[in-house]
Structure formats: C-alpha cells, structure tokens
C-alpha cells in the first residue's frame, strides 16, 4: 500500500496536512466538482484554496483521513508534482493568438508522471499577456502572431527569475518537439534537487540552443 501521506503538505500547526487534487490546465468537469465536493462534506475538511497555479487545495486533513480522502477522490488524488497551466487561449479569449489549451494538453502528457531532477512547472499563455504565467515557469510558451515563443528556465520562488528566450515562431508540433527535447536535455544534465533556473544559469541558455540545434536569437 502507498504511503498516504505521500504528495501531502504538513500545516503550520504540524498536525494537519493539504492535499492538491489533480486538475491538468485548471479545468474541472461537474464529476470532479461533484466528487471533491462529497470529500469535503464527508470528512468536514474546513477549507479548499484556489491556488495561483489553477488548482484547488484541500486544507486541513487529518492524517488518518489522508487514506480514505485519496482513495475517495481517485485519479484527481494522484500526486501531481509536475503541473500544466494554461490560459483560455483561442478556445474562449478574444486576446488568444495560440490554442493555449489544446497545447497545455499536449505538455500535461510530457510531464505528468515523469521523473525530473526537480519538478517542473509550465505555462501556457495564448498571447504577450501572459495569463498562463509563463515568463517564470520552467518552461513557458507565449503565442503570438507568428507562433509559440518557447522560454526556459523560469522561476517565481524565493528567487524569482523570468525565463530566457530559447526560441521564437514555432508552430505547434515545433513548440512541443523542443519542449521534450529542453526537458530530456535538463533530464538527463541536471543535478538532483536543481530546478530549471538553476540548470539554465549554470549551463547557459547559448549553450543549451547549441546543443539542441536552435540559431541564436538576433
């Protein structure tokens, strides 16, 4: 059996822990409301957060619940420590450039459940307004006019960092095959516990272009 406290955050009274069901590019089907909901009244969890990362936070559970509230909840209760986030692009947004969800789709599938040095946030933003928060995430895509602009090396903790620009005009297969090259690159180079700021930083975004394949940006 799986430890239960597994992917669950210890509270500041270090008794009680918070949970963050999986839901890929903040979407959430009546299903899902519907079972989280069931959750929350059964074992009176006494608050659910919106997190800024599109995703809902159930805090306040007991230990001995953390069981039964997973099992409860299903497949959103797996531990998701690499997430998607997305804006609603071309789908819903007047502003959108870029089909900001279909491609959170497609980087949600090369991410979720992988093994990385660290974990790895992405956004994914359908135009320069930046609502998927991509310029510092890991990996942020940017649509615009004439395609994805791919960024790297993002981050928004204690240091926060903007990403640097690994290339510019991609369309979608494009945007998605240099995403999984960076990723299998960062993979396979960084040390553990170093998140993609630190990796970029150390082994610069010129020499990550070189090695894979990618002309400097004039």
Not at 2 to 22: E, F, H, V
């Amino acid at each position: 059996m799986s430890d239960p406290k597994a992917g669950a955050i210890l509270q500041r009274d270090k008794t009680t822990y918070a949970i963050k069901p999986r839901t890929p590019l903040g979407v959430i089907d009546p299903d899902t409301l519907e079972r989280i909901a069931r959750v929350v009244r059964e074992y009176k969890i006494p608050a659910v957060k919106i997190t800024s990362a599109q995703r809902l936070m159930l805090l306040g559970i007991r230990e001995e619940d953390l069981g039964p509230i997973k099992e409860a909840l299903g497949p959103v209760g797996e531990l998701c420590k690499n997430y998607v986030q997305a804006c609603p692009g071309t789908d819903w947004c007047s502003f959108g450039m870029m089909d900001a969800m279909g491609m959170g789709a497609r980087l949600d599938r090369l991410v979720f459940g992988r093994a990385f040095p660290a974990k790895v946030k992405v956004g994914v933003s359908g135009c320069n307004f930046n609502c998927g928060e991509s310029r510092y995430r890991d990996v942020g895509l940017v649509g615009g006019p004439h395609g994805w602009t791919v960024l790297v090396g993002g981050n928004g903790g204690r240091r926060p960092r903007l990403g640097d620009v690994l290339v510019k005009g991609l369309n979608d297969d494009e945007a998605e095959g240099m995403v999984a090259a960076f990723l299998d690159l960062y993979a396979s180079e960084a040390s553990v516990k170093h998140r993609t700021a630190l990796f970029v930083q150390k082994r610069s975004i010129e020499s990550i272009r070189e090695a894979l394949g990618v002309p400097a940006i004039e």
